[in-house]
């Protein structure tokens, strides 16, 4: 295998041309109410160019994500279901796991597209909301475009140090 000492000056053209100057990623935070944050990366420039956030029902998610297929990655935050939060869950009424069910929605459309997806925390929100600039409240309610953002913005910063 070549070293970088070896090769050509075209061989090194050729791959830097390979390598995208631009990437697009999205956060999502699942739930009965989603949201999500789409942004527009530049590797050249190391930062954020762009960034939209929306919210998406239920019961559109699935055609929704469809139409995101030319992102390079996907983060989604985790269903955890912690002990202390199991009664009141259970007593909610929603014991068929919907968010649960739409991480793995998310998990087999990147597989089935070849997208890179990766599997967020909730703990992991704090920090991404200090990334994003935005007011971390713990607990808050009806922020899911935001918890979106910070799933995001952490992802930049892990994968691309920006």
Request: charged residues 25%.
């Amino acid at each position: 295998m070549p070293t970088d000492e070896s090769k050509s000056p075209s061989q090194s053209i050729v791959e830097d041309l390979a390598k995208p100057t631009e990437i697009t990623a999205l956060g999502i935070d699942p739930g009965k109410i989603s949201g999500w944050c789409l942004g527009v990366v530049s590797l050249k420039e190391r930062k954020v160019l762009k960034v939209t956030m929306g919210q998406v029902p239920i019961e559109t998610f699935s055609t929704w994500l469809s139409s995101y297929k030319n992102c390079e990655w996907i983060t989604v935050e985790d269903f955890i279901l912690r002990d202390g939060k199991k009664t009141e869950f259970l007593n909610q009424g929603w014991h068929q796991l919907e968010t649960a069910k739409l991480v793995g929605r998310v998990e087999q459309f990147c597989f089935e597209q070849g997208i890179k997806c990766r599997v967020a925390q909730p703990a992991e929100k704090p920090y991404g909301y200090k990334l994003a600039q935005l007011p971390y409240i713990p607990g808050k309610k009806g922020t899911h475009a935001f918890d979106a953002a910070a799933h995001f913005y952490n992802l930049i910063r892990r994968v691309y140090q920006i």
